[in-house]
């Protein structure tokens, strides 16, 4: 498969979230800003491509009895790199993420795609895949928490400096304030039912949208 074909189904057609509705967990409660969902995306992009890599390259040698196992073993020393990592260099991420950050350890995301692409695969398609598949869900993470955030907080790309030290200057602490609903934000989509809420809207959408590209 062409690298284009992967990256169209990771994205669009077999998003993660938004097509197979698996990694909701984390998507639902890391979406609350921009800042925290573009955090969680990259940190699961970076655990997915390095473990379908090492997968790959072991799976001749796991045993299948203990694949699971292994695979979850595999994991979860790359989440703790990366748990480690943001603790040191971006402490106030690691801090907003908290529980959700270790728990990619058993996010359906990873394991699946372990299972399902790398222990079969050749180590550069699976790097893809998992490049792929990442880049689907840090959209849908994306997606979700920009609307959240406007909506529940009234503000936009609040806490990305912490994230990105280099924008200080240019990009407020706090975000910019959208106005109006600053001073009156829906505090309710920044909660869990706001979660539920959006994704349903979005999920409408694109029922809607392919429903009618369907009828054309």
Do not use: W
Not at 158 to 167: A, V
Request: charged content about 10%; some cysteine; glycine content about 10%.
């Amino acid at each position: 498969m062409k690298f284009s074909e992967q990256l169209k189904n990771g994205v669009l057609v077999d998003n993660p979230v938004f097509m197979q509705t698996i990694g909701l967990c984390p998507t639902l409660a890391t979406s609350t800003s921009l800042s925290n969902a573009i955090g969680m995306g990259v940190a699961a992009t970076v655990v997915l491509i390095a473990s379908n890599v090492v997968i790959s390259i072991l799976r001749k040698f796991i045993p299948d009895k203990v694949r699971i196992a292994a695979f979850i073993t595999i994991i979860a020393g790359f989440v703790t790199i990366i748990d480690l990592a943001l603790q040191a260099y971006i402490p106030s991420l690691a801090s907003s993420l908290g529980l959700f950050l270790p728990l990619i350890v058993v996010n359906c995301i990873i394991l699946g795609r372990a299972e399902a692409y790398a222990s079969k695969n050749k180590v550069i398609p699976s790097a893809l895949d998992g490049l792929c598949m990442g880049l689907g869900f840090a959209f849908a993470l994306v997606a979700m928490g920009f609307l959240r955030e406007i909506l529940g907080a009234g503000t936009f790309l609040d806490g990305l400096t912490g994230l990105l030290p280099f924008l200080e200057g240019v990009i407020p602490a706090t975000g910019f304030h959208i106005p109006g609903l600053h001073d009156y934000p829906a505090t309710m989509m920044i909660l869990p039912a706001g979660g539920f809420l959006m994704m349903g809207f979005i999920f409408a959408a694109i029922q809607h949208f392919m429903s009618k590209k369907e009828d054309k």
